[in-house]
């Protein structure tokens, strides 16, 4: 059974009987009009891929209804099945859109064939469009995502434009991490500092419900140069040890936590934004302390 419905147009109650009969043993669903004007309210309310017509119809004929088809839903393919077979007929049908025209008396086959081919167009047609609405679809999320990113890239320039007037270190990270709260969304977050002078390391920044482990717990951290999972229990299912540096120089270690599986990964292209800005901010920060260190060493010697 073919699941799309054909609609057949015949003011003649015996000729539709006729062609429904035949329609139906070769596997169609066909739906029946009496006239031009029951087509057209159907039509209006559902879309036919073929519609089967007689030409000569009292009220709105053949080729009438042809044209408002046309201009309706012109998905809908025409096929004009009349007994006045004339060259002219057949013209002037196609000229209106017709998809193809069928005389009477005709075989079996004859119309079995152009109704297999009618289906297997609007089949075509309906992939078409398919793919068309999808590709219109991703072109309007992608530039809806670009959009977002944009104003992503605008936002974190602006804390990094503040940084440059923080000179302590806990103020100047905090907006960075208010935004990563709320732009991945982690259960639990830590940032740790290295104490070059001691080649230790610190908790700055801790968060969230679970307890964070001793420094001692993590090992070497001047070791891990790439993001990676957690290899410690922190008490999140998920987490993620991100370091935060400039060449050889370590700036930070960012570990978060999720609970349950999240989306987050730290190859996310807005997560390398916000770590790139953070990593900006917290090296200048870090330039301005070892200048000062080196004035105040030179001030003092003099």
Request: with cysteine.
């Amino acid at each position: 059974m073919i699941p799309e419905p054909i609609l057949l147009v015949d003011d003649e109650g015996t000729v539709r009987s006729t062609l429904r009969e035949v329609l139906t043993k070769n596997g169609y669903t066909v739906e029946e009009a009496d006239s031009g004007e029951t087509a057209l309210a159907m039509v209006a309310k559902k879309h036919y891929p073929v519609i089967l017509t007689d030409l000569k119809m009292p009220g709105i004929s053949g080729l009438e209804l042809l044209s408002s088809i046309c201009e309706k839903d012109p998905a809908s393919l025409c096929v004009i099945i009349t007994g006045f077979a004339t060259m002219d007929a057949a013209i002037a049908a196609l000229k209106k859109g017709a998809y193809d025209f069928i005389k009477k008396p005709f075989q079996t086959l004859e119309l079995q064939v152009v109704l297999d081919r009618a289906m297997e167009h609007a089949r075509l047609m309906k992939k078409v469009e398919n793919y068309q609405a999808d590709l219109e679809s991703r072109v309007m999320t992608r530039t809806w995502e670009l959009h977002a990113f944009h104003e992503e890239v605008l936002r974190l320039n602006a804390l990094l434009l503040a940084a440059q007037n923080e000179i302590e270190l806990e103020p100047l990270v905090k907006p960075f991490l208010d935004h990563l709260r709320t732009r991945f969304n982690p259960d639990g977050w830590a940032l740790l500092v290295p104490d070059a002078a001691s080649d230790s390391w610190s908790y700055l920044v801790r968060a969230g419900e679970s307890a964070w482990p001793e420094i001692s717990a993590w090992g070497d951290l001047s070791a891990i140069h790439e993001a990676q999972e957690c290899t410690v229990d922190t008490g999140y299912s998920e987490g993620f040890m991100v370091p935060l540096s400039h060449g050889d120089t370590k700036l930070a270690m960012l570990i978060l936590g999720f609970d349950g599986r999240s989306s987050f990964y730290p190859s996310d292209r807005s997560f390398l934004l916000w770590k790139r800005q953070m990593e900006s901010a917290l090296l200048g920060l870090h330039r301005a302390l070892a200048l000062a260190r080196r004035l105040s060493g030179s001030a003092e010697k003099a």
